[in-house]
């Protein structure tokens, strides 16, 4: 057993409760010389279910107030939520969530939460999506809800409702926040049940969504990145648009604190992937639109449609053509532009990765008119990647 801390060290807040409870409410179960084996002179030590203090921890415990944790009513509860949100206001904000927990919308951010024993939340059994809302309008509802759809039978997660239903409460739920800009994300989860791993006692599945405000500005600016030493995610797990993201997060710490936008990963094979919430295209010096394939990575619905238009500028002569297919390394950091694209960034220009410059180290003309390209297609597309929101 591994010493909990040695006798120099400050008890922690969680260690001086244990001491102290123990040492006030069971000082009869203990032998009496209260003599027993620590790792740590002074320690306390933990064996089949049972604290024993030292005498030493008992002397720091005597001295110590621990105030007593208020145990709280459903109103108290949400009282202390709601001062909270008041205090600790980021820079989003929250207008609505639907839950089919509680069955229905909600505007008070108090209330935006999940249950603790959702396999969502201590499993990780959960997919989700996103769509972007501007101008009252939701961007490519219909094909992330597709991919949603695909990432729950990956999961082997039941829907709760048919397709149309769940359009209907996410197009609802945009309507009740009365957001006209900003995103839509929401989640499948295998539900709420109990604290074991398999969902077997999870009596339904649970579909939540929150609209999330704020004022949408695309960044031309290029940036920096850096090839990602976290590995990537297995084809099975990439392919999916679960809610572990654990890696994810680890790969834009790496590049963070190497002080880049974004890290780059590779595949099994050696082949660019994508980046840890983003696809990556490159413009070769043959003026050919190139993007990895997606059959070992995200399936990124603002790649896919920016495909579509950069046919536009094969047309115009911009480009020579369009292509997806694996990509080494050497022949993305060889090519006159390389970008960044997703439904957070839409289109942003890489300018360096690790230490070789791309192009000549300027934003590029293509990767411009791709972000033009999609900003109008947002604004003005037509109805099959627009879905009007009845305010």
């Avoid at 040695?6 to 010389?33: A, M």
């Avoid at 999506?129 to 219909?142: F, H, S, V």
Wanted: hydrophobic letters at 40%; aromatic letters at 8%.
């Amino acid at each position: 057993m591994a010493s909990l801390r040695s006798p120099s060290q400050p008890i922690s807040q969680t260690q001086q409760i244990y001491l102290k409870s123990f040492s006030q409410e069971h000082d009869s179960l203990l032998p009496p010389t209260r003599n027993v084996s620590f790792h740590q002179p002074g320690t306390p030590s933990v064996r089949r279910g049972v604290v024993r203090v030292s005498n030493q921890a008992q002397a720091w415990t005597d001295s110590i107030h621990v105030s007593e944790v208020p145990v709280l009513s459903c109103e108290e509860a949400i009282k202390r939520l709601r001062l909270s949100r008041e205090r600790h206001k980021g820079t989003q904000e929250f207008p609505a969530m639907y839950s089919s927990v509680f069955g229905g919308i909600t505007t008070d951010p108090a209330a935006m939460v999940i249950p603790m024993d959702d396999h969502m939340v201590h499993r990780g059994h959960g997919v989700f999506d996103t769509a972007l809302i501007m101008d009252g309008y939701l961007y490519e509802l219909d094909q992330h809800l597709d991919r949603f759809l695909r990432s729950a039978s990956m999961a082997q997660i039941n829907l709760p409702f048919d397709r149309e239903r769940m359009r209907d409460i996410l197009i609802q739920t945009v309507s009740a926040s009365k957001c006209r800009e900003g995103s839509l994300r929401y989640w499948l989860s295998s539900g709420p049940g109990d604290f074991l791993l398999s969902p077997s006692g999870c009596s339904q599945s649970a579909f939540y969504a929150i609209v999330i405000k704020y004022l949408y500005s695309s960044d031309y600016r290029g940036i920096k990145v850096v090839t990602s030493s976290v590995p990537i995610k297995p084809p099975m797990f990439a392919t999916m648009k679960s809610i572990n993201y654990l890696p994810n997060v680890l790969c834009q710490i790496e590049a963070e604190e190497r002080g880049c936008f974004a890290s780059i990963w590779l595949d099994s094979d050696g082949f660019v992937a994508e980046g840890p919430n983003m696809n990556v295209a490159f413009v070769t010096k043959e003026k050919e639109l190139l993007m990895p394939k997606f059959d070992r990575i995200l399936s990124g619905c603002t790649a896919k449609r920016a495909l579509a238009l950069s046919e536009e500028l094969v047309k115009k002569g911009e480009l020579k053509g369009v292509s997806v297919r694996d990509v080494t390394v050497e022949e993305g950091k060889r090519a006159d532009e390389m970008m960044l694209v997703g439904s957070g960034v839409l289109v942003r220009p890489v300018i360096q990765w690790d230490d070789q410059v791309i192009g000549d180290g300027k934003e590029g003309p293509v990767a411009q008119a791709l972000l033009n390209l999609i900003l109008n297609d947002m604004k003005s597309g037509p109805l099959t990647v627009r879905v009007p929101v009845p305010y």
